[in-house]
Structure formats: C-alpha cells, structure tokens
C-alpha cells in the first residue's frame, strides 16, 4: 500500500516506539527465536531481520534479541552453516515473545524439555510465534489445542492428521489467536511479524520496518504458493497491466466480465483463465481484495468517516463494507481502526480485534 513518495525518502525522522498512546510498546521487549540443529535458515533470518537488527530509527523502547539453542554445543543450519547460540532454554523464562522458525520435520519428535519449557513460558504471559513448519513446535507442546491455526500449505494436511484438536486454517496468510500467532509458508512469516510490530507500536512503525525491507506492509489474500503461474507472459501482461491499473483507480466502478474481456481482445473465457494465470485470483476476488486493501489503507492513516471510506473504496455502503470486513478479517472497520489506526475518529466504537489476514 506503500507509495512511490515513501520509496524516495532517504532520511526518514526518527520514530519514538514509545510515544504511541493507542499502541503502547510491549511490556516485556525481549524476543527470543529458538535454535536447534538443522536450523531452517530462511525463517530464522526472518525472525532476525524483523527483531534482531539494531534500528536507531525507532528510538526508544524497541524489541531486544536473543537465540535460545535447544540443545547445548554448535548447531547446523540449512545451507552448511554452523552457528552458536546465546543461550539456552534459560531464556524462554525472561522471554515476552519466543519465535519457533520452521522446524527439522513434520514428523521429528519436538524434546518434551522444550515443549515444558514453551508451556511455563506462555503461562507466565510471553506470547509465542511459529513460521511455517514450526507450528508442529507449538501443537506437539501442547498451546494450539481447540485455537485456530495456519501452515504451510504442504503441510497442512499432516498437520490435521498429526493434531485433530487443531482448527488448521489453510488458505490465510497468518492467524493471530492473541498470545499463540502461526504463520503460514516461510515468507509469510514476513507477514506475521510486521503485524505483531503493528500491534506493538502502530502502523507507522510496521510501515517504516517494511519500507527498510523493501516489502509491502500488509499483503491480502491467500497462500501465494497457490498461484500457477505468478509472472504472466509478455503478451498478457501487455494487455492486462493497463486494464488493472485502470481497474484499481477506479474501484468504485462495476466491472462486468463481458466489458472487461473486450476491452482487452479476448473472449470471456480466455479473459477469465489468463486473469487468474496471471494474479492467481478471479476478477471479482481480486477487486475485493483491493477494496479491502483501500479501505484498510484508509482507516490507519486518514480521519476519514467509515461512510466515506466504504464510498472511497468502492463498497457503496457502509453495510457492505462491514460485511466484507468481518468475512474476509473477523472483524469490524472501527475495530480495525482502533486497533492500527494512527488517527482514530471520534464515534468508531471498537468492537472485536482482528485474528487474521487472508482471502477465504
């Protein structure tokens, strides 16, 4: 959602983490990811890059960092790399957000050393993170029991299998249940701990993390692994590129299948599977999903009425925009603006905080 106006700006001002009255800095700063042999290194670098990187920028009151090892001496990690840890499972006890970054196997035993001290650590009060395949960390220790949550794609299944008592939610990008957060594939991991950022500091701050990492601040819809094909061909994304800008100016407008396959020479048919080809989504989802982004756009960073931003975004009534909010992020818009809104207008009561991203 960012701009290209966001991209030029060199020498961003300092933000102070600890000046946001409606998102204050957790109480306890510490993140701890795990280390254990046969690292998955992707995941851990994600957890590193969003909360283990010194970032002066943010001032005051920002995360600190450390890596527990599961297990004591030198630990392998995925691409021939050996590591040390700085500690042990000690940590998890001074921890307030303990990151399991993918794991050795579906189907590899988790220590019951871990898993006791994961349990101690959360009913102490720290709130604990999986990315991708570390969800089996969690569920094997017990904290995913009757929640919601996500995983890869590929693993999905198992994951049903292995733990019936796990509400596994495949098609969202992450799931949010308060102190248990899963993320899906490894880069929505991304995903997942720049929305923890925006529920500690703001949108601002998870706006100014992402802008340092060059990606979006928020990404819609489902588990892009889905997608056939992501780049489309030239020849399609010569015609379809212009009908999508277009289509995203102008969101208030009706699209109808039959006008938008002749505005760019093709049949209804033929339009229909080279759109899908080329976003990995039908017209229609596609169009909500912009539509959600606009809206949720507008209720972070303007003072903008709900009945404005609904017209805005092309929802036409404030009705249809709260039904798309609760269906597709189980929430409400004042919610969703209480919660990461910088500018919170007077009359949008809070109601239910949002659990999770994704298209269903």
């Given at each position: 959602?960012a701009s290209l106006s966001y991209m030029l700006k060199i020498m961003p001002k300092p933000?102070?983490?600890?000046?946001?009255?409606?998102?204050?800095?957790?109480?306890?700063?510490?993140?701890?990811?795990?280390?254990?042999?046969?690292?998955?290194?992707?995941?851990?670098?994600?957890?590193?890059?969003?909360?283990?990187?010194?970032?002066?920028?943010?001032?005051?009151?920002?995360?600190?960092?450390?890596?527990?090892?599961?297990?004591?001496?030198?630990?392998?990690?995925?691409?021939?790399?050996?590591?040390?840890?700085?500690?042990?499972?000690?940590?998890?006890a001074q921890a307030g957000t303990i990151i399991v970054p993918g794991w050795r196997g579906?189907?590899?035993?988790?220590?019951?050393?871990?898993?006791?001290?994961?349990?101690?650590?959360?009913?102490?009060?720290?709130?604990?993170?999986?990315?991708?395949?570390?969800?089996?960390?969690?569920?094997?220790?017990?904290?995913?029991?009757?929640?919601?949550?996500?995983?890869?794609?590929?693993?999905?299944?198992?994951?049903?299998?292995?733990?019936?008592?796990?509400?596994?939610?495949?098609?969202?990008?992450?799931?949010?249940?308060?102190?248990?957060?899963?993320?899906?594939?490894?880069?929505?991991?991304?995903?997942?701990?720049?929305?923890?950022?925006?529920?500690?500091?703001?949108?601002?701050?998870?706006?100014?993390?992402?802008?340092?990492?060059?990606?979006?601040?928020?990404?819609?819809?489902?588990?892009?692994?889905?997608?056939?094909?992501?780049?489309?061909?030239?020849?399609?994304?010569?015609?379809?590129?212009?009908?999508?800008?277009?289509?995203?100016?102008?969101?208030?407008?009706?699209?109808?299948?039959?006008?938008?396959?002749?505005?760019?020479?093709?049949?209804?048919?033929?339009?229909?599977?080279?759109?899908?080809?080329?976003?990995?989504?039908?017209?229609?989802?596609?169009?909500?999903?912009?539509?959600?982004?606009?809206?949720?756009?507008?209720?972070?960073?303007?003072?903008?009425?709900?009945?404005?931003?609904?017209?805005?975004?092309?929802?036409?009534?404030?009705?249809?925009?709260?039904?798309?909010?609760?269906?597709?992020?189980?929430?409400?818009?004042?919610?969703?603006?209480?919660?990461?809104?910088?500018?919170?207008?007077?009359?949008?009561?809070?109601?239910?905080?949002?659990?999770?991203?994704?298209?269903?």
């Open positions: 959602m933000f102070a983490a600890s000046q946001s009255s409606a998102n204050p800095a957790p109480a306890n700063p510490l993140v701890v990811a795990l280390a254990y042999d046969g690292l998955c290194t992707f995941e851990f670098g994600v957890a590193v890059e969003l909360f283990g990187l010194p970032r002066p920028e943010m001032g005051e009151g920002w995360y600190r960092f450390a890596v527990a090892a599961i297990e004591p001496g030198e630990l392998r990690a995925t691409g021939g790399i050996r590591m040390m840890a700085d500690g042990g499972l000690d940590l998890l579906a189907d590899t035993p988790v220590p019951e050393a871990l898993c006791e001290a994961l349990r101690a650590a959360h009913a102490r009060g720290a709130r604990v993170l999986s990315i991708c395949s570390g969800v089996f960390v969690l569920a094997a220790a017990g904290l995913l029991s009757g929640r919601r949550a996500t995983t890869h794609w590929r693993y999905t299944d198992k994951l049903k299998a292995l733990y019936p008592d796990v509400e596994v939610v495949p098609d969202v990008l992450y799931v949010d249940g308060g102190t248990v957060l899963t993320s899906a594939g490894s880069a929505a991991g991304i995903d997942l701990c720049l929305h923890l950022i925006r529920r500690d500091f703001g949108s601002e701050a998870a706006n100014r993390v992402a802008r340092r990492l060059v990606v979006p601040p928020h990404r819609d819809g489902g588990q892009a692994q889905f997608i056939e094909r992501a780049v489309p061909e030239v020849h399609e994304s010569a015609r379809l590129g212009p009908l999508i800008d277009r289509m995203r100016a102008e969101l208030g407008k009706d699209f109808p299948i039959a006008v938008l396959a002749r505005s760019v020479g093709m049949s209804e048919r033929t339009f229909l599977r080279r759109f899908e080809a080329a976003t990995g989504t039908t017209p229609a989802r596609w169009l909500l999903g912009e539509r959600l982004a606009r809206a949720r756009q507008l209720l972070e960073e303007s003072t903008f009425g709900i009945e404005q931003i609904a017209d805005i975004s092309g929802f036409g009534s404030t009705q249809t925009l709260r039904h798309h909010f609760r269906q597709q992020l189980s929430t409400t818009p004042a919610a969703y603006r209480a919660t990461f809104g910088r500018m919170p207008t007077a009359g949008d009561a809070p109601a239910d905080a949002p659990a999770m991203a994704g298209a269903r």
